[in-house]
């Protein structure tokens, strides 16, 4: 145990210290209030240009003389990529969250969830990296073209020749991505049901999935919500993965249609022509439009997710670092 | 009242399904287990991966060297790349560490009110920001302004990242340090930033430690925002207002060209990267651990 | 360490009596630690039957083994048999689930399903059994009420949500959502203690009134409770059966002398 000498202190740098700590805390306003300042005016010469035709159109031009930028198919893909991930991966986060917090024997619980979470800590460019070397040619050879050559006659959304770089690929992996994320805050809201609610259901004679069913789901139903749009919110920010998977179409064709034809997102638009748009151009402006766009989508879903989940688990450690 | 023969009648009404109810428990433990196998199957993958196509293409060379001319036989190595990275680690916690820990001191002391509510929770709204905003965001601030890509933008988009982390595991590490301690140091005169330093800090100390290893960690796998801030170079580091290289950015342009030594270089450089994400996380956990004996407080997440 | 001397069970009728549940040596640990350490109970149908006894003295742990609860604390171990009717509920091989819905249990603290509604929370187990038929159900709901004296408190509106209830309400809520899986046996761990007097007696007026149809057993660390509500009574220590008989007995003549110490308020 180690003595600390201590004086008094100067009350002048204990007001500056509080002052600046203020400050401090209060720079994320100002970076946030700056980051819509500066995507407004940045992109306000396509707004001024195409005015609601950048949201509504899907024609997309970059040659000068020529130009045209709608982000509609953009939009629609983050929204039908994100979507996507979220069918495939919001079950599968329950289900690694019941697990963890019903049915693991208790030695199990930190090291499993530790794994999970592990998943969690994998840059986006791995995956990415990952998935076109890897996974993208199980995902083709094991399930694009069987589901392709039996129903892609009929079943307008697995049409088209399947390469493996495409909605369906970018979707699966996000998927993937999302889990530890959405599976580590369902199992603390689980985790946080009293237990007498599961011995009401127990004394009634219910399985272990019942009493999950009965007492444990609706009790935290408003949290898991949270988390899955918790999750929604990295589905809708991630870009690397996505930009490496899911085949870059520009203008109409990016239309999601069919998953296994190529696609785009807001941010995969952004990262993979960024290159090409140089300073001044209308090209940029339209991409940071394109940012702006995604900024607010992303900020009111992130917002709607941590009301839902700071309320659930405000008891234990306030807002959710995820 | 319910007699013992109208029980009787009503269990008739029971009907007897117990089999069928354990086995729909049955199947909904393996289904479940099997949910939790499915998401480490691609982990092991990953990992399984990146050793085996990134081992090989290890060696000396690879990480002192820059690269050499695309598509030729001398691959040359990532050396600008490692040290890209490491500079920007090291120059965004001087930022966003400082910034961070008094943001969270705030939170943690004088937070609790209208003010520090707000900013907590925008303080985690910022956290899950899709990054490629905030690059684009520096770009603007930064690159437009000055007329140029380089570190400093690069800096200043990591740092904007790492903050929200870092304010909010200081906070939790300071909450966790026993209002005794804060109350013994008032009741002997000492005022609040001589507290606050001298003894809070250093009571929280691992947790601090905690937070600013998982933002880095963060901030070391972050691609999209170096695409608009340090564009990227085959050299290494030349000054404050040229472009430079990062691992992420490395391993993006890597996997863009149909060369196979550049993709063996990828894998190499997603080895070197993932080696150096996963020892800061499992680290983090380790300390943690000895401190405070498992349980899983700080939640891990990924650059984008 | 104390030597408990054991008073043996005295049989005071003449006739035989009828015993709906019968305990027979249990031994049940958790966490390594042995809470009750062989215990053997008789408990009469239509009568009330309190366990009592200081705090650590394993009368819930006992309690909770009747309907195979126990199980589910952390590194549980049981041993013995429960016999209801004659049949043994710890048989190998059978799921303990068949037998908790035999025997129904009411918590300390009240517990209703709060996304429930009122009816919803006492056709729990209704549904869980696979009643479908809607008439039926309405019956027992409607029957479980008025045992609780709930009825003419909700009947006009059963939709209301479980948790709208007061502290009282709600605990004989959680005794008529019990009672609707048709136990032939109601257990009670200090079911009254989280509530005020006038809600207390308001259950103990219901008990006395229920025993008339079902086997009560309930742990009470309020002896005036066990004088009042209950037929027989046990008095454990320290994992230990010390003494079991009717309740006039143990409180005016104990036969053993520790009974008698904590009977008088020597020790709690």
Not at chain 3, 217 to 241: E, K, P
Request: glycine letters at 10%; charged letters at 15%.
């Amino acid at each position: 145990m180690e003595t600390i000498k201590l004086k008094g202190g100067s009350p002048l740098i204990d007001k500056i210290f509080k002052i600046g700590a203020a400050i401090a805390a209060m720079y994320i306003l100002a970076i946030i209030v700056l980051i819509v300042f500066q995507l407004i005016s940045g992109s306000y010469d396509i707004w001024a240009k195409e005015g609601i035709s950048f949201l509504t159109g899907s024609d997309w031009n970059a040659v000068e003389g020529s130009e045209v930028y709608g982000a509609a198919p953009y939009i629609a893909g983050t929204f039908v990529t994100a979507g996507l991930a979220m069918l495939i991966g919001v079950p599968i986060s329950i289900g690694i969250a019941m697990f963890l917090s019903e049915l693991a024997p208790k030695f199990l619980r930190t090291p499993l969830s530790f794994v999970i979470e592990l998943l969690a800590a994998v840059p986006s460019i791995i995956y990415g990296l990952w998935g076109i070397f890897v996974f993208r040619d199980y995902i083709r050879d094991w399930i694009e073209v069987p589901l392709n050559s039996t129903f892609g006659n009929n079943v307008w959304f697995l049409s088209g020749a399947p390469f493996g770089l495409d909605i369906f690929t970018a979707s699966v992996v996000l998927a993937i991505m999302i889990i530890p994320t959405i599976s580590s805050i369902s199992r603390e809201i689980m985790i946080a049901v009293p237990n007498s609610q599961r011995e009401a259901a127990y004394m009634l004679g219910a399985t272990k999935w019942e009493v999950f069913k009965m007492a444990v789901v609706p009790y935290s139903k408003s949290g898991l919500i949270g988390a899955s749009i918790l999750g929604l919110g990295r589905a809708v920010g991630e870009t690397m993965a996505v930009t490496m998977l899911i085949g870059n179409a520009t203008g109409p064709s990016a239309w999601p249609t069919t998953l296994f034809g190529p696609g785009q997102t807001m941010s995969s638009i952004i990262a993979n022509e960024f290159p090409e748009a140089s300073a001044g151009s209308l090209h940029l402006a339209a991409l940071i439009g394109v940012g702006l766009i995604l900024f607010i989508v992303a900020i009111g879903i992130n917002m709607v997710a941590q009301l839902l989940v700071s309320r659930v688990l405000k008891s234990h450690e306030g807002a959710v670092l995820a | 009242m319910i007699t013992i023969e109208q029980r009787a009648e009503f269990r008739k009404h029971f009907r007897n399904n117990i089999s069928i109810r354990l086995a729909a428990d049955k199947m909904i433990k393996g289904i479940v287990l099997g949910c939790v196998v499915i998401a480490i199957i691609p982990l092991g993958s990953i990992l399984l991966e990146v050793v085996r196509n990134g081992v090989p293409a290890l060696s000396i060379v690879f990480f002192t060297q820059e690269p050499g001319a695309i598509g030729s036989d001398q691959p040359g190595g990532i050396g600008p790349a490692i040290q890209g990275t490491l500079m920007l680690i090291g120059m965004s916690s001087l930022i966003g560490v400082p910034v961070g820990v008094l943001g969270g001191i705030f939170l943690s002391e004088f937070g609790n009110n209208r003010l520090g509510h707000m900013i907590r929770f925008f303080n985690d709204v910022l956290a899950e920001f899709p990054t490629i905003v905030i690059g684009l965001f520096a770009f603007i601030m930064i690159v437009l302004t000055f007329g140029y890509f380089s570190i400093l933008a690069g800096t200043f988009a990591l740092s904007i990242i790492m903050l929200p982390i870092i304010t909010r595991t200081t906070e939790e590490a300071l909450k966790l340090v026993p209002v005794t301690y804060r109350e013994a140091g008032y009741a002997l005169g000492v005022k609040r930033w001589i507290v606050i330093t001298k003894i809070l800090l250093t009571s929280a100390k691992s947790g601090l430690i905690t937070g600013i290893m998982l933002a880095v960690a963060r901030i070391g796998g972050e691609t999209a925002p170096l695409i608009f801030t340090i564009l990227g170079s085959d050299q290494f580091f030349s000054g404050f207002d040229q472009p430079m290289d990062a691992l992420p950015l490395r391993i993006w342009r890597l996997s863009l060209l149909p060369y196979d030594t550049a993709t063996a270089q990828g894998w190499g450089a997603a080895l070197v990267l993932i080696l150096i994400v996963l020892s800061l996380n499992i680290g983090v956990r380790y300390i943690f651990m000895r401190k405070h004996g498992g349980g899983g407080r700080f939640r891990i997440k990924a650059g984008g | 360490m104390e030597t408990v001397t054991k008073t043996p069970i005295k049989h005071t009728s003449v006739e035989e009596p009828r015993y709906k549940l019968i305990a027979e040596n249990i031994v049940a640990s958790y966490n390594g630690i042995v809470a009750v350490k062989n215990v053997s109970m008789k408990f009469k149908d239509k009568a009330v039957t309190a366990l009592i006894g200081p705090s650590g003295c394993g009368k819930t742990t006992f309690l909770r083994t009747l309907n195979r609860m126990h199980e589910l604390t952390k590194s549980a171990k049981v041993e013995g048999r429960v016999l209801l009717d004659g049949d043994d509920l710890y048989s190998s091989g059978e799921d303990a689930i068949i037998h908790r819905r035999k025997i129904g249990m009411v918590f300390q603290k009240p517990n209703p399903f709060p996304t429930m509604s009122i009816y919803d929370n006492v056709a729990a187990g209704l549904k869980l059994n696979g009643v479908k038929n809607k008439d039926v159900m309405d019956q027992i709901v409607k029957g479980c009420l008025e045992m609780v004296y709930l009825w003419d408190e909700v009947k006009h509106d059963l939709k209301k949500p479980g948790m709208s209830l007061s502290g009282g309400q709600q605990q004989r809520l959680c005794i008529a959502r019990a009672l609707a899986i048709q136990p032939e046996v109601l257990l009670m761990d200090e079911p009254a203690s989280a509530l005020d007097p006038i809600a207390t007696q308001k259950i103990e007026e219901m008990m006395t009134e229920l025993k008339k149809e079902y086997t009560i057993i309930i742990v009470t660390h309020n002896m005036q409770q066990a004088v009042r509500v209950s037929d027989y009574t046990g008095f454990m220590y320290l994992g230990d059966l010390v003494e079991f008989g009717e309740t006039k007995q143990i409180f005016e003549n104990p036969r053993n002398e520790i009974t008698a110490k904590y009977v008088q308020g020597q020790f709690g």
